[in-house]
């Protein structure tokens, strides 16, 4: 079993957990994700790490509560044991000392992007982090992001904090400030890996993205992850979750993610006493 | 002068849920017998002298032996003589091929009715099951050896079933939540209940074996971090991702792959939606690819889930058909079309991504291929549709990746299994052991189990010298 250690919802229906998973966070590298089951009858959901302590053995997430199985997450408290933490799981985001590196993180990829721009910066790379929200009230982090950031840009869509836009006004940031970006890493949901890479991909440059599939073992046995990544069949739990989002097919992606959305809203109308 | 038996050649069948009930259901479907059938049975065991049997059992188990004991009504005798060869009696007697092991060696079988093993073995195990305590054997003196069994599937049970029993200190690891490998994810509810793997691995907890769920070798920590912690490792890490038939449209919602339709429905309990979480699409028209007993689960899972048609689509005929006879012919009563010597080309799908339609050719067989089986070709011009919202492709899978990439000096084939030494399960690496579809691909249930068995008798003799 796996102690909770906190878990407090840091904006409206984002939650930060911290569990206490020792072996996980000994070999846990940036990019990589865990999955978490709940109990008995809950779903096994895939959820990046946001940061870890390797002296106290506890990982830290950020996710969104969107259902059932993660509205049983937003109820944990302190002192709370779930009987499923496993991983590190996934290819970790590479690291290297690329140059120049925008990161951009938007809802739960604000908590994920974090250790990526640590590792970056700390293998000497100039770090533009992009954080991206509806609002104000939905960005969070910013001391962290800045801590290794050589700068920070804050986009929200009605302009209440930092520029007003999308990843489009960010790009335009980027351009017009003249930073030369070497690579590009998104973490965020699948719009936002979708923009980032049609914003980003006039520079020629790497465009990594982490995609959120649907998964079940996470291990590489089930396929139901499957996405077309340069014309070949790829396994986002195993070959990802970070591909080069130049060569996604993201048609095929949104539709393939999609799969299940009834069942995922009829679940959340069920009141469990039989009737809708 | 010895007596001569009359043959008895009346195999005494067991009762199964009607066809037209179970379809619908997952209860187990063979519903086992009854004491009185379990002795009228073993009392048809002419009880050879050389007995052929044996020769055909994997794991050697002494079957005449068993079957005596079963006929004598000493129930008790017969099940300690089982498990002294075989840790997964309730599993075995379910689905071993036993046709094409024990049973086609029996003398009978000559004359049509070989002695039912399987069913035997099966009996004594649920007579174990109902009786109030179970009898552990004596176990030898702990050793102060540790040893790490990566995987709780048919191999990595049979390891540490027998090297507990040789007081070794053993703990089995497994990635996903709960134990069994793909006795548990792969094999359904009405073939294989959940409850019956739950006893063994109960069982094999008692007999003082460690079990670590959640935890990916590999991942979680190195088999190299492993080594430095255990004396000697067994890795049965089993089957990877799943292949598909590289046809255009594979990646349409609809298509599964038969790990996943399973997973979901086994491990995940989808079938009980939405009172656990994991949902299963409930299709109306479902064509499974694949011949061998996981395409039959599939097909027949589909049709518990409600569907109005469920088909198999085989490249090959009937003859070749890789499942067991019994599960073929369970399909086909229950309902399952088999539109044999058929192979899907191109998967076409609506607006949403959704399956609508698969376009098929027909084959005929030509000349034996390297398998030994007549190889299928392609017959021009003879391409038809068929309508269909699912397809699950269950053509096998690859083995696990996660232990060879993630080990550098682990000798991999280029199929990606683990190679081993045959006599031993010996692999590359200094301590390190290896057994069932991580090394022979895809296999069956037993020939993991053998495998172990012969992995485990190295491990000990490793562990014994050193």
């Known amino acids: 079993m796996f102690e909770i250690v906190e878990r407090k919802m840091i904006v409206p229906n984002l939650h930060l957990l911290v569990v206490h998973a020792p072996d996980i966070v000994e070999e846990i590298q940036p990019g990589q994700f865990v999955i978490i089951h709940a109990g008995e009858g809950s779903e096994r959901i895939p959820l990046s790490a946001a940061d870890w302590n390797r002296e106290e053995g506890t990982l830290t997430i950020v996710f969104m509560e969107v259902g059932t199985s993660t509205g049983k997450l937003a109820l944990l408290k302190a002192g709370d044991k779930i009987p499923t933490v496993v991983g590190p799981l996934g290819k970790p985001t590479e690291i290297d000392h690329f140059g120049t590196v925008v990161c951009i993180g938007g809802c739960f990829g604000m908590g994920s992007i974090y250790p990526v721009v640590r590792a970056l910066k700390q293998k000497g790379n100039y770090v533009v982090t992009i954080m991206e929200g509806r609002s104000k009230n939905l960005l969070y982090w910013e001391n962290k992001l800045s801590e290794f950031s050589d700068k920070v840009i804050k986009l929200t869509r009605d302009g209440s904090y930092g520029y007003k836009g999308h990843i489009k006004k960010g790009e335009d940031i980027i351009r017009e400030t003249g930073i030369k970006p070497d690579r590009v890493i998104a973490n965020g949901c699948m719009t936002l890996s979708y923009k980032t890479t049609k914003e980003y991909s006039h520079f020629n440059i790497p465009v990594i993205v982490t995609l959120n599939t649907i998964m079940i073992d996470g291990t590489g046995m089930c396929g139901v992850c499957r996405c077309t990544v340069d014309g070949k069949m790829k396994f986002a739990c195993v070959d990802g979750p970070d591909f080069d989002g130049r060569y996604v097919d993201w048609e095929e992606l949104a539709k393939r993610r999609k799969q299940y959305l009834n069942e995922e809203a009829f679940l959340v109308h069920h009141s469990g006493c039989g009737g809708i | ?466």
């Not at chain 2, 540790?146 to 090297?163: E, M």
Request: proline share 6%; charged share 25%.
């Open chain 2, 1 to 466: 002068m010895a007596e001569k038996k009359t043959l008895n050649l009346n195999r005494v069948e067991m009762p199964k849920q009607p066809h037209f009930i179970r379809r619908r259901n997952f209860n187990e479907v063979a519903l086992g017998y009854t004491p009185e059938m379990a002795v009228a049975e073993a009392k048809r065991c002419l009880q050879c002298k050389k007995p052929l049997c044996i020769d055909g059992c994997p794991v050697e188990i002494d079957i005449p032996g068993f079957i005596k004991c079963i006929a004598d009504e000493d129930f008790a005798g017969s099940i300690k003589l089982l498990k002294e060869k075989n840790c997964l009696p309730a599993v075995c007697g379910r689905v071993c091929p036993q046709e094409e092991q024990c049973e086609i060696k029996c003398i009978l079988s000559k004359k049509g009715a070989p002695i039912a093993v399987g069913r035997l073995e099966r009996y004594a195990a649920e007579w174990e099951a109902l009786q109030a305590q179970i009898v552990l054997p004596e176990i030898n003196k702990n050793t102060g050896k540790k040893v790490a069994v990566i995987g709780s599937g048919p191999a990595g049970i049979t390891v540490a079933g027998d090297l507990i029993l040789v007081g070794h200190d053993v703990t089995m690891f497994e990635a996903l939540h709960e134990p069994g490998g793909v006795l548990t994810y792969g094999i359904p509810e009405f073939r294989l209940p959940g409850r019956v793997v739950s006893r063994e691995i109960d069982y094999l907890q008692k007999l003082g074996v460690k079990l670590v769920c959640n935890y990916v070798v590999g991942k979680t920590k190195s088999l190299k971090k492993m080594l430095e912690e255990y004396d000697a490792i067994f890795l049965g890490t089993g089957a990877g991702l799943p292949w598909f038939m590289e046809i255009p449209g594979e990646n349409l919602n609809g298509v599964y792959s038969a790990n996943e339709y399973l997973t979901r429905v086994n491990l995940m309990r989808a079938f009980q939606y939405p009172k656990t979480y994991t949902p299963v699409k409930r299709h109306k028209k479902v064509a499974v690819v694949g011949g061998g007993n996981v395409a039959m689960d599939c097909a027949r899972t589909a049709l518990r889930l409600g569907a109005e048609e469920v088909y198999i689509v085989y490249r090959r005929s009937r003859t070749e058909l890789p499942a067991r006879l019994e599960e073929f012919e369970n399909a086909e009563e229950e309902g399952v079309i088999f539109h044999f010597l058929t192979l899907p080309e191109k998967l076409f799908g609506d607006e949403n991504g959704w399956l609508k339609e698969i376009e098929c050719s027909r084959m005929e067989l030509g000349e034996p291929d390297q398998s030994g089986r007549r190889k299928p070709i392609r017959i021009d011009g003879s391409e038809f549709i068929m309508p269909m919202d699912a397809c699950i492709v269950a053509i096998g899978n690859s083995p696990n990746p996660i232990i060879p990439n993630s080990t550098p000096g682990l000798e991999v084939s280029k199929k990606g299994t683990i190679v081993v030494d045959e006599n031993t399960g010996k692999t590359s690496m200094d301590r390190v052991w290896a057994g069932g579809d991580i090394v022979t691909g895809a296999a069956t249930v037993i020939l993991a189990m053998g495998a172990g068995r012969k992995a485990a008798r190295s491990m000990h003799e490793y562990l014994t010298n050193s």
